[in-house]
């Protein structure tokens, strides 16, 4: 295996890894954020907290039940990584 495929499958790897790791967080920040957005444009409330923190629970919410289970797709990857010097350098 050419060192330049070799690279560029862990390159696609990790992309897939960051967009599995962010995904569980970021898309309910995300319906919040719109959701928020929709109330404060029916009743033009323009006040900056009133989005943030609930958008902060959210995220906090979210990281709390797939915490781990990220932590654990991230020292996987990393794991496999590892495992694969050798290979590179052969």
Do not use: H, Y
């Not at 967009?19 to 444009?41: D, K, R, S």
């Not at 289970?69 to 694969?84: G, N, Q, V, Y």
Request: hydrophobic letters at 60%; glycine letters at 8%; zero cysteines.
């Amino acid at each position: 295996m050419e060192n330049s495929d070799f690279f560029m499958g862990i390159a696609q790897q990790a992309l897939w890894i960051t967009a599995l790791a962010t995904a569980p967080i970021l898309i309910p920040a995300l319906v919040a954020g719109l959701l928020l957005g929709m109330i404060q444009a029916a009743t033009s409330i323009n006040e900056a907290t009133l989005s943030f923190v609930p958008k902060l629970i959210v995220v906090g919410g979210m990281l709390a039940l797939f915490g781990g289970s990220i932590m654990i797709l991230i020292a996987d990857f990393t794991r496999e990584i590892f495992e694969r010097i050798p290979d590179l350098l052969q």
